[in-house]
């Protein structure tokens, strides 16, 4: 599985079924602007998750950051910096170097919903539509994703921040 197993290719996600993926992006949409995430499920990053297999496999996953750039014409830029690790029952997890991950897309939005549409051509290969909701410089992500054989539900939270491109 791709990497981005971690925020979106990790990412099994419900969709909304009123939203169309042909739709345009709203003039209602949230600010062009980079947004910075602030916690994962309630935790400030890094983020860390850990599981282990029925064999003893142990598997982590740090998030280290995430920004999602919101630009006009209803596209996006999301910058993951991450990373992945296993160690077989009985060694020591060692720490593994970062990881990162760039994924275009489009985006559309509806009332304060936003609909996440990766660009297959431009990193999205693979990777699953995200739905989430924003407010005035804020964001809201839930995800799903794959840590070993455990899939898990998380909250990602992004908030704005200028001093970021």
């Given at each position: 599985?791709h990497?981005?197993?971690?925020?979106?290719?990790?990412a099994?996600?419900?969709?909304t079924?009123?939203?169309?993926a042909?739709?345009?992006?709203?003039?209602?949409g949230?600010?062009?602007?980079?947004?910075?995430?602030?916690?994962?499920?309630g935790?400030r990053?890094?983020?860390?998750?850990?599981v282990?297999d029925?064999?003893?496999?142990?598997?982590?996953?740090?998030f280290?950051?995430?920004?999602?750039?919101i630009?006009?014409?209803?596209?996006?830029?999301?910058?993951l910096?991450?990373?992945?690790?296993?160690?077989?029952?009985?060694?020591?997890i060692?720490?593994?170097?970062?990881?990162?991950?760039?994924?275009?897309?489009?985006?559309?939005?509806?009332?304060n919903?936003?609909?996440?549409?990766?660009?297959?051509?431009?990193?999205?290969?693979?990777?699953e539509?995200?739905?989430?909701?924003?407010?005035?410089?804020?964001?809201?992500?839930?995800?799903?994703?794959?840590n070993?054989?455990v899939?898990?539900?998380?909250?990602?939270?992004?908030?704005?921040?200028p001093?970021?491109f």
């Amino acid at each position: 599985m791709h990497p981005l197993a971690c925020l979106f290719a990790i990412a099994a996600f419900v969709l909304t079924p009123d939203l169309s993926a042909q739709a345009t992006p709203s003039a209602a949409g949230p600010a062009v602007a980079s947004y910075v995430a602030v916690s994962v499920n309630g935790g400030r990053l890094p983020s860390t998750d850990q599981v282990t297999d029925p064999h003893g496999t142990r598997f982590l996953v740090e998030f280290d950051e995430l920004v999602i750039a919101i630009r006009a014409r209803g596209e996006f830029r999301a910058s993951l910096r991450y990373r992945q690790t296993l160690a077989e029952k009985g060694t020591v997890i060692q720490r593994e170097p970062i990881q990162s991950m760039t994924v275009y897309g489009r985006y559309v939005a509806q009332g304060n919903t936003l609909r996440f549409i990766p660009d297959p051509k431009r990193g999205g290969k693979g990777i699953e539509i995200l739905d989430g909701t924003f407010a005035p410089g804020r964001i809201d992500v839930p995800f799903w994703y794959r840590n070993g054989q455990v899939s898990r539900r998380a909250q990602v939270v992004l908030r704005r921040d200028p001093t970021r491109f």
